[in-house]
């Protein structure tokens, strides 16, 4: 018996995150997250569902000063993605 073989297209995370949120957003991202990574090859991802637990996280976030231009692009590349069906890889 021959499987299917499957594929599928992605970015890696820190290609779309901003780096100067490095310093915070990768913390931010785990906690209370509906996925899980750090331990496998690969984590992916869909952008929408990427975007909501963001902004889920975002909102408990008093503390964090994030530019509206930066943010506003941030969802604009998520939202790209998702139109285009590439998930993205939260283990590089």
């Not at 931010?28 to 750090?38: E, V």
């Not at 963001?54 to 993605?81: A, G, P, W």
Request: one cysteine or more.
């Amino acid at each position: 018996m021959k499987p299917q073989i499957y594929s599928c297209k992605y970015v890696c995370v820190t290609e779309i995150v901003p780096k100067q949120w490095s310093d915070w957003f990768y913390d931010m991202i785990s906690q209370d997250a509906p996925f899980s990574w750090g331990d496998n090859n690969r984590t992916m991802v869909d952008a929408l569902s990427f975007a909501h637990h963001v902004q889920d996280r975002l909102d408990f976030q008093d503390e964090i000063k994030i530019s509206k231009k930066t943010l506003k692009s941030f969802y604009k590349t998520l939202d790209d993605l998702e139109k285009q069906l590439i998930y993205i890889d939260l283990e590089n």
